[in-house]
């Protein structure tokens, strides 16, 4: 049973920086997919980016903006994320593929793909 606890959400404006962090229970194997999404009221889960040892992938709108990375003691997965804007606003949930099929298969930002899930983490950027 994986669990992962997501940390580093906050208020800031727009044009700022936040790095959120995903620590997961159980080492993140090379195979694991490990994603981040983000969740407003008014919109379906988004897959935001996501890592696996054969890379990583990043939604259109948040390319060049934000860096998804992993740290050496293989536990904890960051989303840094740069030049906000208001519309980056949401809940933002870290996810585990723990066979890394959701990666590997291209499916990366597909929410039905990642079996464990974190209680997400605010971040609100003001204009």
């Known amino acids: 049973q994986v669990q992962l606890v997501e940390s580093g959400g906050g208020s800031v404006q727009a044009g700022g920086s936040l790095r959120l962090s995903c620590v997961s229970s159980?080492?993140?194997?090379?195979?694991?997919?490990i994603g981040w999404f983000r969740q407003t009221p008014a919109n379906e889960r988004e897959g935001v980016a996501s890592?696996?040892?054969?890379?990583?992938f990043y939604a259109d709108s948040v390319k060049g903006r934000f860096t998804i990375s992993q740290d050496t003691d293989e536990k904890t997965v960051y989303l840094q994320m740069s030049s906000l804007k208001p519309e980056d606003t949401g809940v933002y949930f870290c996810?585990?593929?723990?066979?890394?099929?959701?990666?590997?298969?291209?499916?990366?930002?597909?929410?039905?793909?990642?079996?464990?899930w974190g209680r997400g983490t605010q971040v609100t950027v003001s204009s």
């Open positions: 890592i696996y040892s054969g890379g990583t």
């Open positions: 996810a585990a593929d723990p066979w890394g099929k959701a990666c590997a298969s291209g499916w990366w930002s597909r929410s039905f793909r990642y079996g464990y």
């Open positions: 159980e080492l993140v194997e090379h195979r694991y997919c």
